[in-house]
């Protein structure tokens, strides 16, 4: 009776001392002065923000949704990113259990043959059943410090899963508004490619009735092959950028089906006045980088509590008897508690606990860049963003300007007031004119794609 009543006393101490003790020192989040982001030249009344749209209402092709879909599902990088999940959210319930009292079972039996003397062999048959229990009392926090570390592990996989989400959505994106663009450029030299073919008849007509020089005409043969030259080096960056886009769709090469550029541009009118520090906590990378902060405190926590003493208890029992028959009535069991510190190592658990910390001080200073690196990308995203209108604006009066140009050139040169050089001249700019102009599209694409990755949205 006695033992039973020290038994169940100790058990009531260990379930009391659990939660009270938790030596160390408790995650606390680092404390950083963040700007707030304002921008004179963007007066917008709504205050919502890229950062609360999901990509599909961002990108309204259904081309594009479709194959942001799939790269979301079958994209190799993201299928690893899962397992990995999985993997240490299984770690994360070993952790856990380890709380807990662990129970084990065993059936056996036991033949034991003696011969004392010389006189023959005894037999004793001893079967028997058990069950083991056995439990680790966490009193200082060591398996919880452990516990806290798996989770933030888990947590932070999830963030960077999230971060890889977006990362992949806008590399699609950006590939795909590529593609788009190199579509229009080769449309572009193929319609300059058909006007220098047009001017070549042009000038081999004048030339051969006497009204120019054979000059006139080999200018404008050159500029005929000169063109024809962008073609294949078009149409190789056109297969080569199809290829990136299936590898990132987890696809094999295949023609991918887009639309047409044009001149419609998925752009919010602007941005909100002004843009919260907090909007950039909630990018994952940064979320990614507090849970690998939590998890080297958590770490610092365990390598302090492994220098103190370690209490487990083992407890036995069951039944077991030499005879069969007798055995559900033979039962037996033992109680044992176990007491081990450490009492030299040489300093190792002292300095594996320094280790710990340096580690911990590494990982802050990690965090803290990339809170760094996050600001610097908004913020250079930003003025990508605010840019891109304006370029695109003075790049479409360009274009306009040098196309009414050409055509004014033509007519001149046909009507005799200028020379053949002079239609080239004018023919250049505007080709140049409309290759900036397409760039000018495709770079307000792209710096929507920035932001929206920047403000870490949709996910």
């Known amino acids: ?11 009531l101490l260990a379930l009391c001392l659990m939660p009270a003790c938790k030596i160390g020192k408790a995650y606390v989040k680092p404390r950083m002065e963040l700007p707030q982001w304002q921008d004179s030249t963007q007066q917008v009344a709504d205050s919502s923000s890229l950062a609360y749209v999901e990509w599909w209402d961002i990108y309204s092709d259904t081309l ?43 059936v056996y039996t036991d033949l034991e043959a003696e011969n004392y003397g010389g006189k023959g062999f005894t037999y004793d048959w001893e079967p028997g059943v058990k069950l083991m229990a056995t439990w680790e009392l966490d009193v200082w926090g060591n398996l919880r410090w452990a516990n806290e570390k798996s989770k933030a592990e888990l ?18 994106a950006q590939a795909y508004f590529e593609l788009m663009a190199l579509d229009s450029e080769l449309r572009i030299v193929n319609q300059t490619l058909n006007a220098r ?14 009204l120019t020089s054979e000059t006139s005409y080999q200018q404008a043969q050159l500029e005929l092959a000169r063109t024809a ?29 887009r639309a047409s550029m044009g001149n419609q541009i998925f752009l919010p009118e602007g941005l909100p006045v002004g843009l919260s520090s907090e909007l950039l906590e909630r990018r994952p990378d940064v979320r990614a980088a507090e849970q690998e902060l939590i998890a080297a405190n958590a770490a610092v926590g365990v390598a302090y509590t492994n220098m103190f003493p370690r209490i487990a208890l083992t407890g036995h029992f069951g039944i077991e008897s030499n005879e069969f028959v007798n055995l559900i009535r033979s039962p037996y069991g033992y109680f044992l508690g176990n007491l081990v510190t450490p009492l030299f190592e040489m300093g190792k658990n002292r300095a594996m606990w320094k280790a710990k910390q340096a580690a911990y001080e590494q990982t802050l200073h990690s965090y803290e860049k990339q809170v760094l690196v996050a600001f610097k990308e908004t913020y250079d995203a ?16 360009l274009e306009q300007s040098a196309y009414t140009t050409m055509n004014l050139a033509g007519l001149q040169y046909i009507n005799g007031y200028i020379n053949y050089l002079d239609v080239l001249d004018a023919q250049r700019t505007y080709f140049d004119a409309q290759l900036s102009l397409n760039n000018a599209i495709l770079g307000k694409q792209l710096a929507l794609i920035k932001l929206y990755k920047a403000l870490g949205g949709g996910w």
């Open 1 to 11: 009776m006695k033992s039973r009543y020290l038994f169940f006393s100790v058990l």
């Open 64 to 106: 594009l949704q479709n194959l942001i879909q799939t790269t979301l599902e079958n994209n190799k990088d993201m299928l690893v990113a899962a397992a990995r999940i999985e993997e240490l959210a299984a770690m994360k319930r070993v952790d856990f259990s380890k709380l807990f009292p662990k129970i084990d079972g065993r």
């Open 155 to 172: 947590l932070g996989s999830i963030e960077n899963r999230r971060n890889l989400q977006i990362s992949l959505i806008a590399q699609v």
């Open 197 to 210: 073919q047009e001017g070549v008849r042009l000038a081999k007509v004048r030339f051969e009735g006497g």
């Open 229 to 257: 030259t962008l073609i294949p080096d078009l149409k190789g960056k056109i297969s080569k950028k199809e290829n990136e886009i299936a590898l990132l769709a987890g696809e094999f090469p295949h023609e991918i089906q």
């Open 382 to 397: 930003i003025v990508d963003y605010n840019n891109s209108q304006e370029i695109y604006e003075s790049r479409l009066k």
